[in-house]
């Protein structure tokens, strides 16, 4: 099982970056996808999620209406659009698959937003 996340990089205040997460080993049209990420002392928390079946999706408050979460099934590949960045979403962002007990974690890519 992988997960390879790009995309990452710095970006000025008010910029955007598109991250994607390359997935292989396991049915990625099954596993409810999820980019998590984690700042600086701080815990990791949840961005946002997207679930195969019906393309449902849920946001962290903080992004909601800056960040989009997508998915193309027949590219195992979860996107993670965000606009209107802010250096408060400085983070190292994370794939995340999951399914029933089954967990997957890509290595991270990094964001810093700063002038």
């Known amino acids: 099982v992988q997960l390879v996340e790009s995309g990452g990089g710095l970006v000025q205040p008010g910029g955007s970056l598109r991250l994607s997460c390359a997935a292989s080993g396991f049915t990625f049209s099954r596993y409810r996808m999820s980019w998590y990420r984690q700042a600086l002392g701080k815990e990791r928390e949840l961005v946002a999620a997207?679930?195969?079946?019906?393309?449902?999706?849920n946001y962290a408050g903080s992004i909601k209406g800056r960040f989009t979460i997508s998915r193309d099934n027949a590219k195992n590949t979860v996107y993670l659009q965000m606009n209107s960045l802010k250096p408060e979403d400085t983070a190292v962002y994370y794939c995340n698959a999951r399914w029933n007990l089954e967990d997957y974690w890509g290595q991270g890519t990094q964001v810093t937003v700063s002038s």
């Open positions: 997207i679930i195969s079946a019906a393309g449902s999706t």
